[in-house]
């Protein structure tokens, strides 16, 4: 890579490369800069983007990095880690599911999560955002392990606000999409394992025409062996098992699936959130809407030759996708020995607790899980950010509508290498630069 990106710029065609970093810093828990609505999935809702001006100033960049980092602390939650401790059981989708959005929602699939409100209408799902405190989400009841999401939607304008569709699992696996409203030319992609923070190389801007005002069709499919984010069925981008450090930080885990929008330019939201979000949010111009227009999941049960898939459980800590035993109708499941000794959660358990305005965490799912569950968050993660732009990259692919060849994002760490030591220099000089 051979610049930042400013406040989110589209980059041009000329450019030499077409990925920008932008490191993660986790959001300290005494902020108010998040209501107690769930702010789509912890794990990214609770990050702060701090964003450069330009390569010339990766040294400056960094130092801002250092310094906010040195004033939080990484608090991803879940409500139970299956790699710490034994954690009920993840129910299964086990099948292919639409829904047209036009017409409704499916309550069978998606709940909303607390202080949402959604409408239907001719364009699809309507997710409102018209006051800082909004963050209108729906999360699926039911997991996939290993999968393929196809989701039709128009992202929010309006400088600050973020649409986004993400994938996650109990263990801190996430794949995502996710949409600023003040850039109208491209969408990023993103991945994390375990809740890792430790690296910026996990995210990429990828060109779409106009996603603010028409409709696209966007892609996940996700395989032990890769992720791929498609946009109107061109390839954007894959993620092989092997380049995510060797399989360590590859999502394998069973997901659930979230959308939904949320405020990042709030007037309480520190500087480097606000400028990743492309500045604050004028709120005298609201509602700033985002229409999901339908959506499709097929869960592929584990790639095991199992059908019918009515449980996934955790067989030992490892998080590994070898370890999870598909549970069937009856009982049987595709492992030869089952090492759980879990419980079984209802179809309107939460594994993601939301994050309330002082840091703390709450179980959001209407109903709750059974009283097996511990309630107690589970944080992980450092202190420093992670998922910011790709360090380097090769073509993403063409803009949607313009091509559909497709091409493959992959990064490479010489750019972190260099931020790495600005990094390390900067806190020479962080003391006289506050």
């Known amino acids: 890579m051979a610049r930042l990106c400013p406040g989110l710029s589209m980059i041009t065609a000329s450019s030499s490369f077409n990925t920008c970093q932008r490191p993660l810093i986790n959001i300290p828990s005494p902020s108010n800069l998040f209501s107690s609505n769930s702010l789509l999935a912890s794990s990214f809702d609770r990050r702060i983007r701090?964003?450069?001006?330009?390569?010339?100033?990766?040294?400056s960049a960094a130092t801002v990095a250092l310094a906010a980092s040195t004033m939080v602390s990484a608090q991803t939650f879940t409500t139970c880690d299956p790699t710490k401790k034994d954690c009920p059981a993840d129910p299964a989708l086990?099948?292919?599911?639409?829904?047209?959005?036009?017409?409704?929602?499916?309550d069978s699939v998606f709940r909303k999560l607390d202080g949402t409100a959604v409408k239907f209408e001719d364009g699809g799902a309507l997710f409102a955002i018209n006051k800082e405190t909004d963050a209108p989400t729906m999360a699926s009841k039911k997991y996939i392990f290993f999968g393929k999401i196809d989701v039709v939607l128009k992202a929010s304008t309006g400088q600050g606000v973020v649409t986004s569709v993400v994938l996650q699992s109990d263990d801190l696996d996430e794949i995502d999409w996710e949409w600023v409203g003040g850039d109208n030319a491209q969408v990023q992609t993103n991945y994390f394992g375990k809740g890792d923070t430790?690296?910026?190389?996990?995210?990429?801007?990828?060109?779409?025409?106009?996603?603010?005002n028409d409709y696209?069709?966007?892609?996940?499919?996700w395989t032990q062996e890769s992720v791929k984010w498609l946009i109107d069925g061109a390839l954007v981008r894959e993620l092989k098992y092997a380049d995510?450090?060797?399989?360590?930080?590859?999502?394998?885990?069973?997901?659930?699936?979230?959308?939904?929008?949320?405020?990042?330019?709030?007037k309480d939201a520190p500087k480097g959130t606000v400028e990743w979000a492309g500045g604050y949010t004028d709120f005298s111009k609201a509602p700033y809407n985002a229409y999901y227009k339908s959506i499709t999941i097929t869960d592929y049960q584990g790639n095991k030759g199992v059908k019918g898939a009515k449980e996934y459980v955790y067989g030992d800590r490892s998080g590994s996708w070898e370890s999870i035993v598909v549970k069937t109708e009856g009982g049987s499941d595709d492992s030869s020995s089952s090492a759980s000794k879990t419980a079984t959660k209802t179809d309107s358990k939460t594994t993601l607790s939301t994050v309330t305005a002082s840091g703390s965490a709450s179980a959001a799912a209407s109903g709750g899980a059974s009283a097996t569950e511990d309630a107690a968050s589970t944080a992980t993660g450092s202190s420093s950010g992670s998922g910011s732009g790709s360090s380097s990259a090769s073509s993403t692919g063409t803009a949607a509508g313009a091509s559909?060849?497709?091409s493959t994002v992959a990064a490479n760490s010489g750019f972190m290498n260099k931020a790495n030591l600005a990094l390390g220099a900067a806190g020479l000089f962080f003391t006289f630069l506050l």
């Open 50 to 59: 701090i964003t450069g001006k330009m390569f010339s100033k990766i040294f």
């Open 94 to 106: 086990g099948k292919s599911v639409s829904i047209d959005f036009t017409k409704g929602n499916d």
């Open 404 to 406: 559909s060849t497709p």
């Open 244 to 266: 995510a450090k060797g399989g360590a930080v590859f999502p394998q885990t069973p997901m659930e699936v979230k959308i939904g929008t949320w405020v990042a330019g709030r």
């Open 216 to 221: 696209h069709t966007y892609t996940i499919d």
């Open 198 to 212: 430790s690296t910026y190389d996990r995210s990429a801007y990828h060109p779409v025409s106009n996603p603010l």
